[in-house]
């Protein structure tokens, strides 16, 4: 069996426990490799190894810097199927995904930072007469970036591709649920010249070694992504220690759909916004509003297309959706649509498992499901299932879809369909959301602001949100 190891100070290691953890593949139900359980002795080793290294990292120019950071996206793009197919089996997710989506979006969130660092400017403040101040953007030292399983490398690169970019040395750890193209990534970084020590990546659980890089003291940084609960503790924690935090967590994104939208359009874009990674993507829409003029013509197409998607195992090139990532997860996704029913909710498709055959007969499949009937204000709509689960509600004005649209705790993502202009830019500008898209879904600039509001997060990934994040602002005035 394959034993995944440490990738600290430039070679991969063992962990220091000796000890390792089940890795399974969703698609099979089967375990398929072994995962470092590391713990705090190789948060130390790496920490000791990114000590040596900053130096060299942040004197660096950035040229330099981003001629490795280009080197290290090319050498993705070079092992692009293995890196895919790797993704596939470690989470579930269909091939075409993998390949479509979060292999190439890793690579060019490598090529993005690496190039965007040579645009990053700061800023002066001239006061005529008395002197001028100016902004040094410096790197903060050593951070370290967690990320969770639903777009393993997509999110993880997301947040080092900044954070090398911007001169620090990192602790990294991606989840234990989906390490692997994580664990391909330290040889390609080596082989893209990146000195020793600059990105160390750490395998095992949260409560331990995730634990141990949030609570070093010289950490100054936790760039995470994953759940509300989770982000709480790690704010709890770090916030006392004083250290710079972004935390991306969870949502429950409201898609909104007026009966003047482009119907076809809406259609196609709602079955992905919906189902897409088996509807295991933070920006998935997951409560679906529909005006009551259009409400049982949405719900009779809908049903019946939802009930035609493929699920099958992630390598048939037709699956619309693969296996969810786990069975624990996929428990907990069959226990919210039992608590739909217990709220009086009707499932109108899906809502059961899927058996395959040999040998996928134990693998985490669910067909995609989708219930009406329930209140806005119930738990099935209020929290966060993070699945292949949507519910459906009519509305009327727009004021009672802000109001079940902004119930929640959450505020991340919302889709808005509209043929009225007035109306688009009324509603992006009441919805609690860091992001809004209008007529569309999951469109990326890599220069935008990326992150939530209220309990979906605190501070901004993407462009210059990220370059600030990862540097440190300081001023000095000058007397004329
Ligand atoms: P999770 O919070 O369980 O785990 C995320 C990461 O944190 C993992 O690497 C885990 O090992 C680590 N971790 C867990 N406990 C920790 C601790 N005490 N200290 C330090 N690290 C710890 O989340 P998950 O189940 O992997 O991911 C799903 C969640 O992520 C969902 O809530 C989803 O909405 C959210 N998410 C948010 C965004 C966003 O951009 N806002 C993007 C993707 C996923």
Known sequence: MERLRNFINGEYCEPSTGEYIDNFEPATGKVYSLIPNSGAKDVQKAVDAAEKAYPIWSKMSNEKRSQILVKLSEGIEARMDEFTKAESRDNGKPLSLAAHVDIPRAVSNFHFFATAILHFASESHNMEGVGVNYTLRKPIGIVGCISPWNLPLYLFSWKIAPALAAGNCIIAKPSEVTPYTAYLLGQVAKDAGMPDGVLNILHGEGHTVGDAIVKHPKIKAISFTGGTKTG??????????????????????????????????????????????????????????????????????????????????????????????????????????????????????????????????????????????????????????????????????????????????????????????????????????GIVWINSWLVRDLRTPFGGVKASGVGREGGWEALRFFTEPKNVFVKY
Not at 350 to 363: I, L, S, T
């Open 232 to 433: 709480e503790y790690i704010a709890r924690t770090a916030a006392p220690m004083f250290k710079k935090l972004s935390l991306e967590l969870g949502g429950k994104n409201p898609n909104i759909i007026f009966d003047d939208c482009d119907f076809d359009e809406m259609m196609k874009t709602t079955l992905l916004s919906s189902f897409a990674n088996q509807g295991q993507i933070c920006l998935c829409g997951s409560r679906i509003f529909i005006q009551r003029g259009i409400y049982e013509k949405f719900k009779e197409e809908f049903v019946e297309k939802v009930g035609a998607l493929l699920v099958a195992e992630p390598n048939n090139p037709k699956a619309k959706l693969g296996a969810v990532v786990s069975k624990s997860h996929m428990e907990k996704v069959l226990s919210y649509v039992d608590l739909a029913k217990e709220e009086g909710g009707t499932v109108l498709t899906g809502g059961v498992q899927v058996q395959m055959e040999a040998p996928f007969e134990d693998g985490y499949y669910l067909r995609p499901t989708v219930i009406e009937g329930l209140s806005y204000d119930c738990r099935t709509n209020q929290e966060e299932i993070f699945g292949p689960v949507v519910t459906i509600t009519p509305f009327d004005t727009e004021e009672d879809v802000l109001m079940m649209a902004n119930s929640t705790v959450y505020g991340l993502s919302t889709t808005l369909w509209t043929s009225d202009l007035k109306r688009a830019h009324r509603m992006a500008n009441e919805v609690h959301a």
